[in-house]
């Protein structure tokens, strides 16, 4: 780990005017040696992907590095012609982006857009680019390579697509990779083979690596050493261990804490019966095929779901993306139409109720959104948009507004921000107003589908301990919808897991987490980024 | 507001409003300028503009004051354009704004009937309507509006297709609320910036619609419109050209300047089309 590959002195990129900080960059520096993976951890607005835009040279118009150096093999990169930078991008810098979905051109077949890498950089024939495209894709574990290079991006799985985006980067053996949140688009399963994948070709080949990530246990998954970013400066760096484990800076020591530990939290007695109990509930989508009934493509989402919410708990369902599980949630709020079974709310049973009836049923079963941005109409003032429910209900508006005023407080948000636009909060913020919407009609249970994880860690950790705290003083019962364990453990008292559709496993968390029964739960609980990392608690071996 | 800076930030659409504002005030000032008819005989026809200064852009064949017509034919052009404009797009959203909203069958049926108006070429279409239920100016107006209501249909159904699954109105639907208000007081706020662009669009056809069926000779004959002024000047159009290219000027200005302050609107509204891409420093 003596010769360095990559260095950034004193590094700073400079922002038009009328962003929201002068600089993206301030006064950086850093350095990879060849053979190590050094993660850049930091929250959104960290300036943490436009370091690694700055070292490719794939900055947007308007930003440019004024000062500083970008060493790569002892050569500055910031004063490279367009010209030196295109011969480097992709033959000794490989760069792997974080959306497979859009990485890829839709048009053109996976080993095509791999064998294009070829066609740029060598003189090589169509035989052997076809030859090395096809060991490509074997390196990079396609499940059959073959197939892969004749596929079209949309007939691959997300991780396939990643793995196709990897072997692209490393077609022609670059000194550098330059990782993009590569994983954060994936499922938690498909997340750990694809870090097991990079540190595997990674340890092979004695590549360096830069992996840019917001997820500490990723960091403590793949790390050989990490700096942690903050508003464009660094503020901590050093090897993995030390900095997880015993990290120095304060704004370090606030983000480690807000990562869930990977524990279940200590249960709460089951009072009760069952204020929401589901039976035997399915969802059915269809999908073209017209007039024809035989022709449509039938997607089971939800399958004869069958669950109880005691009173004054709550119960999680767990599952990667396609399970059924948001389905599932707006299935119970009569957002979508089950085929079958009942949704029992007291002695109501809500999958019976016409639209109109469920109108009126509104008050008693409510929701929380996942995107912060998108469920908050963005012409409305957020005392109005809380004050909508019960004037809906019929309370008189001055009545709604004093109301929202308190719930204000109560979400811990200022009463006189009340007059602002939704545009005007943060993401955390946002979310709050989500929740003092959904409170405002008292509701006996609140469904809450991934409210956080749209968020960063520390507003994350925030957002937690108030819906946690909610629920003890208003009585809540709570049904959380989510994708991550770590988040699940730290909340519910009972967790559903959900896979195709189906629940394969429920129980109490604790027990979930010991002694998973299914398969499929002990594949989720060991695909979790650096399970064995406990934040707060050194002298754990990692992984 | 941030939207009005950026509208005044842009030369061409300034020029526009500016353009318009001319019209308007032509228009305005028609009644007290000239408070005579304008279709009333004011001279010796055929007069050249510039060569008597009681008559300043001359007369026409019929010997009426060519100034007059222009000044009152302002109020006319942009009276047709606006309120065809308005029937247009209030037909427009509502379809739009139903087919958008349900899909389905009623998406289809709905976009049919949508179809059905614009396979036929809109002009065509007037004429037949004009030809049925007569020339009169009201009803000019109606036929142009009807022909041009199903581009701001589509567009209306596109926003409300990409609003209606949006998180704020299923929040909405959780909150117990109503079809009709989700799609008037929720979605139709945010579904309009593109529409209201688009009514520039539609008000420069209409003018230049209306123009068309006076140039022919089936617009109503008893209005001093600045079409029934070209088409009046149609058969002198070798030597005396002045009679229809005044008022063809008087047309490109308004159409030109409508067009502007659309276009500048739709810079206005949605600025990520325009120049350099925004900053990205969120990753």
Known sequence: MSDTLLSVQTLSVRLPPGADRSHALADVSLSLAANEILCVVGESGSGKSVLANTVMRLLPPGVRPDAGQVLFQGRDLVPASEAEMRRLRGASIGMIF???????????????????????????????????????????????????????????????????MIAMALALEPALLIADEPTTALDVTTQGRILALIREIQARRGMGVLFITHDFGVVAEIADRVAVMQAGRLVEEGPAGAVLNHPQAPYTKALIGAVPPLLPRPPRPASGPAILSLDGVSKTYRKGGGLIPGRARVTHAVKDVSLALPRGTTLGIVGESGSGKSTLARCIVRLLDPDSGTIRLGDTDLARLSRREMRGQARRVQMVFQDPFASLNPRRRAGELVAQGPMLQGVSRSEALAKARDLFGLVGLDPSAMDRFPHEFSGGQRQRIGLARALALEPEVLVADEPVSALDVSVQAQVLALLDSLRDRLKLSMLFITHDLRVAGQICDRIAVMKDGAVVEAGPTAEVFAAPQAAYTRALLEAVPGRSWIPGRPQVPAA | MAALTRYLRNPAAVLGAVLLLLVLAVALAAPVLFPK??????????QWPFANPKVWLGTDASGRDIAAQVFHGARVSLLIGLVATVIAIAIGIAVGAVAGFYGGIVDDALMRVTEAFQTLP?????????AVFGSDITTVTVAIGLVSWPAPARLTRAEFLSLRNREFVQACRVLGMGDARIIAREILPNALPPVIVYASVVMAVAILLESALAFLNLSDPNVASWGNLIGAGRGVLRTQWYVSAIPGLAILVTVLAVSLVGQGLNDAFNPRLRGPAPVKTAS
């Open chain 2, 37 to 46: 008819d304008p279709l009333g005989l004011a001279g010796r026809p055929l």
């Open chain 2, 122 to 130: 809109n002009f065509l279409l007037l004429l037949v309507l004009v």
């Open chain 1, 98 to 164: 974080q959306e497979p979905m859009t990485a890829l051109n839709p048009l053109r077949r996976a080993g095509d857009q791999i064998a294009e890498t070829f066609r740029i950089h060598t003189t090589l024939g169509a035989r052997e680019i076809r030859d090395k495209t096809l060991a490509l894709l074997a390196e990079v574990r396609m499940p059959d390579p073959a197939a892969a290079l004749r596929a079209y991006p949309h007939e691959l799985s997300g991780g396939q697509r990643q793995r196709v």
